[in-house]
């Protein structure tokens, strides 16, 4: 019987990274970007539109549902390998938790998370490091997007950023995330062996010996899906990088955010 454990991290978190330290155990297929979680969301949506479901047994095509998503997902994961644990990255399975926990007992969710400011501040290297790109962040005809501090205002409001920072505080108010085991990309850069040890200990597994120094790309995505904020290629050596975060986006947009997402900063201990 295969274990799929679930990945849903912050954007610009390092969670390409994370899978591919992963990957070094050859017990574990680790996933790209994965749209492993659309399979069962598509059925949802299906179940929910189903007329003979409203008219017929609610419970008896509830719990139908439920079964036919677990049967599903265990397909899809047996279909790509035969090794007994999977993590499967999607920025939401975090939100998807509680119709998990009707499918698997006790569903495993690792969550990166990285200081917001570095975050914005990534995205901003990102985009002017690709000057020949027109992705609509700059509006020129509605003057949107023009500065630093507009375009992080835009992100804070949009996918992926605005997508996922609302939900990960809603799982936090509502008390799914407590069953998450919440990883600082800052602390997996600098002690890898300890963050990696406690994602076994979450995971009730063996804690295996992992090369740190030498972390080789397993996953494969094509980045020109993800536009230029999607580069999915690793470092492979586990270290800390320069912080510039505040050189890039400047005192004020960098107080704005520790400002305006004040809960983010005091859940993660960032400090100011």
């Given at each position: ?16 990274l ?12 680790v ?32 719990e139908?549902?439920?079964?036919f ?12 390998t035969?090794?007994p ?40 290297k ?19 997007g ?49 963050v ?18 030498h ?9 020109t899906?993800?536009?230029i904020y ?25 107080e ?17």
């Amino acid at each position: 019987m295969q274990t799929i454990f679930y990945q849903s991290s912050m954007p610009r978190a390092g969670s390409t990274l994370l899978q591919n330290i992963m990957g070094q155990n050859p017990e574990f297929y680790v996933t790209p970007t994965s749209g492993m979680i659309d399979l069962m969301l598509g059925a949802r949506i299906g179940y929910n539109g189903n007329q003979e479901a409203k008219a017929g047994d609610k419970d008896m095509w509830r719990e139908g549902f439920y079964a036919f998503s677990k049967a599903g997902l265990n397909a899809y994961v047996a279909n790509l390998t035969d090794k007994p644990y999977i993590l499967d990255k999607n920025r939401n399975w975090a939100a998807s938790y509680p119709l998990l926990t009707k499918m698997y007992d006790n569903p495993k969710v690792l969550f990166l998370v990285r200081d917001l400011r570095d975050i914005f501040a990534s995205m901003e290297k990102k985009f002017r490091a690709n000057p020949d790109v027109e992705d609509g962040t700059v509006d020129n005809m509605n003057l949107t997007g023009l500065t630093t501090q507009a375009r992080v205002e835009k992100w804070a409001m949009s996918h992926p950023i605005g997508h996922a920072l609302p939900k990960l505080h809603q799982s936090m108010l509502d008390k799914t995330a407590n069953n998450f085991l919440f990883l600082r990309y800052e602390d997996l850069c600098a002690n890898p062996k300890a963050v990696v040890d406690s994602i076994y200990d979450y995971f009730e597994l063996p804690r295996y010996k992992h090369d740190f120094n030498h972390v080789e790309q397993v996953t494969v995505e094509d980045d020109t899906v993800h536009g230029i904020y999607g580069d999915h290629t690793i470092r492979n050596k586990v270290e800390a990088l320069k912080n510039d975060s505040k050189d890039v986006l400047g005192d004020y947009t960098y107080e704005w955010i520790y400002s305006n997402f004040r809960w983010y900063f005091d859940s993660f201990n960032y400090k100011k």
